[in-house]
């Protein structure tokens, strides 16, 4: 079996990969390491929690001088990626020789200034983040020697391949190219053309989709315009253990938490307009005793929260690759998962649409909805600037609930999905 001594790595590397338990590497290390440190360029078609992270963390570490200054750029989707990989690279670097630095939207862009002139070896962070520090004069990619795209489907799919170009444009041609991806389109083949010379294609496992023996599917129709009574009798009815609900809007997301705490239950909320701190508390508390997590689709890939029983999409996903990359929060590390989504009548289109696309069978569910139907009424405050809620958790108000797209609306997400991008874009930044 191989071990990570047959890589010959520096020995400070060995000793942090003891400290972190890496025992053995996974399929995507074996394979691409030791092409990656021979310096190949990669293409590596391979799922979220297989070990990503390190198959190209650590042929980086092992090939740079502690005295390079931003020799590595690595770029992320999400600020939540981007910090995970960045505190990765620190336990890994072990004795501080190769400094790391991350960069992202949310954050005190001073602060991150000061981190760059500390002249870090490696950077991290998310496409617009990155490219406002190169504009202001702070981000020099002139001597990258290493370029890693992490979740390239998710950042194509967001409407980020402009500012990957962008980026790319600004880095040598003789640099080391690696790029990750769950899934494999025709439009991320097409821009490895343009930045990488002769890759090596590795496909490790199958490409992402729904493993059915360990989820189940299903659905239920709202009774009325509102979706909150329906939303209450799945969670009354079929008692979520720990669940993630997403929202398509994060005044959607907020109200929603206003809801569920109104009704006694324990939960939280994240999406784009809360500053960082705020978002790390509400994973925090989720991980450590809430319920409900109420998400846009920030949560939707990366995170780190491996005990959810219950995916819940309120508000029908744009598309049948976001609902992969939504459901795919539940039924982690071998467990059984539930992946429940509420509907309109007249939405139906879509959910047709994700069964024939995703090969799955989402099964119709009916809910006792009447005790719930005025809920939503009572209820629904938006977070003020400074990310509190203006009304108590057991606050009630004459408020309308959050507007909810029509069928026409929703039905056009799927033929017409790239006007959205940019909404969707602002959602993860």
Do not use: C, W
Request: aromatic share 6%; hydrophobic share 35%.
């Amino acid at each position: 079996m191989t071990n990570f001594e047959s890589f010959r790595l520096k020995s400070e590397i060995l000793k942090s990969l003891g400290q972190m338990n890496f025992e053995t590497p996974t399929e995507v290390q074996e394979k691409a390491i030791p092409l990656a440190l021979e310096g190949r360029d990669l293409i590596v078609r391979s799922k979220t929690g297989t070990g990503k992270t390190g198959a190209f963390l650590i042929p980086i570490l092992q090939n740079t001088e502690g005295n390079e200054r931003m020799s590595s750029l690595i770029i992320l989707p999400t600020r939540e990626l981007a910090i995970q990989v960045f505190n990765v690279s620190k336990r890994m670097a072990g004795n501080g020789k190769i400094g790391s630095a991350v960069v992202y939207g949310g954050a005190s862009l001073g602060n991150q200034i000061r981190e760059l002139r500390k002249n870090p070896s490696i950077i991290i962070g998310t496409p617009g983040r990155i490219i406002d520090l190169m504009e202001r004069g702070e981000l020099d990619l002139s001597r990258l020697k290493f370029l890693v795209l992490d979740e390239a489907d998710v950042m194509l799919d967001l409407g980020f391949i402009e500012d990957i170009e962008r980026i790319i444009s600004k880095t040598p041609r003789n640099k080391q190219s690696m790029l990750f991806s769950a899934t494999m389109s025709e439009r991320i083949l097409k821009l490895t053309k343009k930045f990488m010379t002769d890759p090596k294609f590795l496909k490790i496992g199958v490409e992402e989709q729904m493993t059915v023996d360990t989820l189940s599917h299903s659905y239920a129709i709202s009774a009325g315009p509102r979706k909150v009574p329906a939303l209450l009798a799945y969670i009354n009815e079929h008692n979520p253990k720990k669940s993630i609900i997403f929202a398509e809007t994060k005044r959607g997301a907020d109200r929603l938490y206003n809801v569920l705490s109104s009704q006694g239950y324990k939960a939280t909320v994240i999406h784009g307009d809360l500053s960082q701190a705020q978002r790390e508390r509400s994973l925090a508390e989720f991980r450590n005793g809430s319920r409900f997590l109420v998400a846009t689709n920030v949560a939707s890939r990366g995170l780190d929260v491996t005990d959810v029983s219950d995916v819940i999409n309120f508000d029908i996903p744009s598309g049948p690759l976001v609902y992969v990359h939504r459901v795919g929060r539940s039924a982690r590390m071998g467990n059984y998962g539930s992946a429940f989504t509420i509907v309109n009548q007249d939405e139906l289109g879509a959910i047709n649409t994700i069964e024939r696309t995703v090969k799955i069978h989402m099964m119709r569910i009916k809910l006792d909805q009447e005790p719930f139907l005025n809920v939503d009424a009572k209820v629904g405050y938006p977070r003020d600037k400074r990310g509190q809620h203006s009304g108590g958790e057991n606050h009630r108000s004459n408020r309308r609930g959050p507007r909810e797209p029509n069928a026409r609306r929703g039905s056009q997400r799927y033929s017409n999905n790239g006007r959205r991008q940019s909404n969707r874009r602002r959602e993860y930044q």
